[in-house]
């Protein structure tokens, strides 16, 4: 049985009116006292951090325990509805806070002196969650021994030296569970993509030592040559060339990639007039003078079309559009990747779109149009299915951006809005019908 909790119940009347007196803080007057106040905070922080895994904890034992009716659909696992409510309360992803209950409940049931240690304010927030991280291959009672072996050097270890000592830790007392858990990473070898915010993207490749150390000799190699023949690439510049090269089979830094990009961006910006920046659905914003290079060079190369799309000159809202299929496919589909900026609808999700959902589904008369469509990543569409949870379209105008309203199991309220699309009055240049036509002849890239 759980020890009941012995520390005064404070009620979120009482932690709201605490936020408030620390929002209106006024700093000291000497600098030694600022940086005892920053301490005190950042012990806060701390304790704060602390006490919210205590609460995530309770509150996902209490709602797993819920007799929950399935109502006949696909019913997600339990733990997808409990972490998106968390995600809701704490301003994160639906992804993030199934994670934060999950660790919360690691925190406090196998590593309870790291969670002191926590509260007490001699480790942050992100490196408790990393040692309940460090230690997830492990059972409950490894996982205790490398907590009871580690707590008493916490104190002053930074990011790189707790991990090393965690990692020490399992390999000493868990050395069976460890040799597994190296065989099962070297055979989840994968590659993953991230977008950066200044027009560029990243590739992460997770190989074994061997094989890893193999691929860094030859693109040493390959930027050693290009050096050698007087190329006027950085080396750093010739070995992404030459990863990409290698696998696409097209040079990067002499070729046009054959593929299909979605660029929208405003009239004004596209005849050099504006510099509101295009928009690459799914990925991000380009600045308006990259975007116009762009549709030049690929109207150049006979590679762009061009798609005009409507939108209200007030809020920059897409037109809507209906199908009448039960599917959302063909152009709709695309519309919705356009409208919602190719990113999830749900509040706080960052993935990219995987399903086209209809807020009211079929079953409940829901049409297959666009003001009853959304984006949603996989795991925030089947997590609409979870009982409890319901979502619609309120009345807007037909000017507004689209919107989608919904609620929770424990009837948490959230809301989210289409991104508006790029270019807008502010500032724009009144174009004659010439003008317009010309500006119908550019070809985007599409």
């Given at each position: 049985?759980?020890p ?36 005190a ?24 325990i819920?007799?929950?009716p ?33 660790l ?17 304010g001699?480790l942050?927030?992100d ?13 409950p009672?490894?996982?205790?021994g ?38 099962r990473a ?58 990409a090269?290698?696998i696409?089979?097209v040079?990067?830094?002499?070729d ?7 660029l ?12 509101d ?13 990259l975007?116009?290079g ?43 990747d ?8 749900t ?36 997590l ?9 379209v309120?009345?807007t ?10 609620v ?10 289409a ?9 724009a240049?009144?174009?004659?019908p ?13």
């Amino acid at each position: 049985m759980e020890p009941k909790p012995t520390g005064i119940c404070w009620h979120a009347g009482d932690l709201h009116a605490l936020a408030d007196l620390l929002a209106d803080l006024v700093p000291a007057e000497l600098p030694t006292d600022h940086l005892d106040q920053l301490e005190a905070l950042e012990r806060i922080k701390a304790a704060a951090a602390a006490a919210q895994v205590t609460v995530v904890a309770t509150f996902a034992d209490a709602a797993d325990i819920e007799a929950v009716p399935a109502g006949g659909r696909r019913t997600p696992p339990r733990a997808i509805s409990i972490g998106a409510e968390v995600a809701l309360a704490t301003l994160a992803s639906p992804y993030a806070g199934e994670q934060r209950v999950l660790l919360s409940r690691r925190l406090r049931d196998d590593l309870p002196l790291t969670l002191a240690a926590l509260g007490r304010g001699e480790l942050t927030e992100d490196r408790a969650f990393a040692i309940a991280r460090e230690v997830a291959h492990l059972a409950p009672e490894q996982r205790r021994g490398v907590d009871e072996d580690v707590a008493p050097r916490l104190v002053g270890l930074g990011d790189v030296r707790l991990r090393q000592t965690v990692r020490r830790s399992c390999l000493t007392i868990a050395a069976e569970a460890e040799t597994q858990r190296y065989r099962r990473a070297r055979a989840d070898r994968r590659v993953t993509t991230k977008r950066l915010d200044d027009g560029t993207g990243q590739v992460t490749a997770t190989l074994p030592l061997e094989v890893l150390a193999s691929v860094r000799e030859a693109l040493d190699a390959a930027a050693a040559t290009a050096r050698a023949e007087g190329d006027v690439r950085t080396a750093g510049q010739v070995r992404a060339d030459t990863l990409a090269a290698r696998i696409t089979g097209v040079d990067p830094a002499t070729d046009t990639p054959p593929v299909r990009v979605n660029l929208v961006i405003g009239i004004e910006s596209l005849l050099g007039q504006g510099t509101d920046p295009g928009l690459v659905p799914g990925e991000g914003f380009l600045p308006a003078a990259l975007c116009t290079g762009l549709v030049r060079h690929a109207s150049d190369a006979a590679k762009a079309t061009l798609r005009r799309l409507f939108v209200t000159p007030a809020n920059r809202a897409l037109v809507a559009m209906e199908s009448t299929s039960r599917r959302f496919d063909g152009l709709l589909a695309e519309f919705l990747d356009l409208r919602d900026g190719g990113i999830c609808r749900t509040p706080g999700c960052n993935a990219v779109i995987r399903h086209h959902d209809h807020v009211t589904s079929t079953a409940d008369g829901g049409a297959t149009e666009a003001t009853n469509g959304q984006g949603l990543c996989e795991r925030c569409n089947y997590l609409k299915e979870s009982p409890g949870w319901t979502a619609w379209v309120p009345d807007t105008p037909p000017d507004q951006p689209h919107q989608v309203h919904g609620v929770t199991e424990h009837l948490r309220l959230h809301h989210s809005t289409a991104p508006p699309m790029p270019g807008g009055p502010a500032g724009a240049p009144d174009y004659s019908p010439l003008e317009l036509q010309l500006a119908s002849n550019f070809t985007l890239v599409s």
